[in-house]
């Protein structure tokens, strides 16, 4: 066939993704076996090049899985010919179990970035519009992977630093692999002694009263705020509506300095009461932002209905508006209950008793010489995993709860 603008298209796409994930690859090999290594960038480079040029090609006389095959074992022959047995960096005799999956993984994600993002191109010649699909389907592609990595990452590494023992972190602290023949107590250990020994229990306890107990002061007033400022008229309703949000426009470093002073004065700094106070403060507007465009979204009628069959105005709250309401109230309650388990700076500020730190007060109190640095990584894990579980799990509801009442109201 004649080759045009699709072929050196497809070398270029093939090109980017062997750069990208032999460093990605590379980068995870190091971590999981521990052996540092110099990945050969310029040969995956050329191998995802010739893979994806191949398969450009001869997509319009053959469409079945020999083509992807023989651009798979291009690649084969580039990485383990070329570089002389070593597609890693590293003879294959080293860990030869991790370098095998690692190289099969990296021969299976260019080959699937590369067939993602050439899907229906030709090696021939291709229309402008062709070019931005391509283009726009590359640039995805990169972001997806970048932030995923960026995210993964740290996590992963606060997780498996968590995971070791002492002398394993001082002998190479760089070696993120984990030995299981140790059995699961020394795996464990951290967090054992983290729940015996640094009062982490407490910590969590505190955490989730002090969160819990926001949400439900939070919905206490935001609910009837936000049916207030949606339904009913009154003077100075507009300027109320749009000016909700203006608490977030002061830092919260400004305002932590005379809350300081006041709590002390009444002797709520160093109570759990006095973030009970701030946390709601804080939590209300942005709720009550939310809540007040979804109850816009709501049918009048339906509460004119109840109003005419006898119900009082709180009635109709309770028994029409919050049923309707459950996708705003479930999303208004996980991102108020993340804001306040998450919170740092009025915990530090106001907390100096141990018996009552939060999780992210007492995570910061192990960031010292004297704490072993993988208790402060377990302690990292346990602050994160409990909000990241409840998140996953009610996702759906802040989805439908944010995008609420933005069409009406």
């Not at 980017?16 to 995870?28: E, K, N, Q, S, T």
Request: aromatic share 12%; charged share 10%; proline share 5%.
């Amino acid at each position: 066939m004649r080759l045009g603008i699709g072929f050196l298209a497809a070398i270029i796409t093939g090109a980017i993704w062997g750069f990208i994930w032999m460093i990605v690859i590379a980068v995870g090999f190091m971590l999981v076996s521990g052996q540092i290594t110099q990945p050969p960038v310029g040969l995956s480079m050329i191998a995802g090049a010739l893979a994806a040029g191949l398969i450009a090609a001869f997509r319009p006389q053959a469409r079945s899985p020999g083509t992807h095959l023989a651009a798979v074992g291009l690649m084969i022959v580039v990485l383990g010919g070329v570089s002389a047995g070593r597609p890693l960096g590293i003879p294959l005799d080293v860990v030869p179990a991790y370098q095998v999956v690692t190289i099969i993984i990296l021969l299976a994600v260019v080959w699937a970035s590369i067939h993602i993002c050439m899907k229906d191109i030709s090696g021939g010649a291709l229309t402008r519009y062709q070019l931005e699909v391509l283009f726009i389907r590359v640039v995805k592609g990169i972001g997806f992977v970048v932030f995923t990595v960026m995210v993964a990452l740290p996590f992963y590494v606060m997780v498996m630093t968590s995971l070791k023992s002492q002398q394993a972190l001082l002998a190479n602290p760089l070696d993120f692999s984990l030995d299981f023949e140790q059995g699961a107590a020394s795996l464990f250990r951290s967090y054992v002694e983290l729940f015996t020994q640094f009062n982490f229990g407490t910590f969590l306890l505190n955490s989730a009263i002090v969160s819990v107990s926001t949400v439900i002061l939070t919905l206490l007033f935001a609910v009837p705020g936000a049916y207030a400022v949606s339904r009913l008229r009154f003077p100075g309703q507009m300027f109320l509506s749009r000016s909700i949000l203006l608490i977030y426009m002061v830092p919260a470093i400004v305002l932590v300095i005379p809350l300081y002073a006041v709590f002390s004065q009444l002797g709520l700094r160093n109570t759990l009461t006095g973030l009970l106070i701030v946390y709601p403060a804080t939590t209300i507007p942005v709720a009550l932002y939310m809540l007040q465009g979804y109850f816009r979204g709501l049918p009048a009628e339906l509460e004119e209905a109840g109003l005419m069959d006898g119900l009082t105005r709180i009635g109709v709250i309770l028994k029409i508006t919050m049923p309707l309401s459950l996708p705003a109230l479930a999303s208004v309650a996980l991102y108020v209950f993340m804001i306040a388990w998450n919170e740092f700076l009025f915990a530090f500020m106001f907390l100096d008793n141990v018996d009552i730190f939060t999780l992210s007060r007492g995570v910061v109190s192990l960031n010292s010489s004297e704490v072993p640095r993988q208790h402060l990584m377990a302690g990292a894990v346990v602050a994160t995993v409990p909000v990241l579980m409840i998140f996953l799990w009610f996702e759906r509801f802040l989805v439908s709860g944010l995008t609420a009442g933005s069409v009406k109201g």
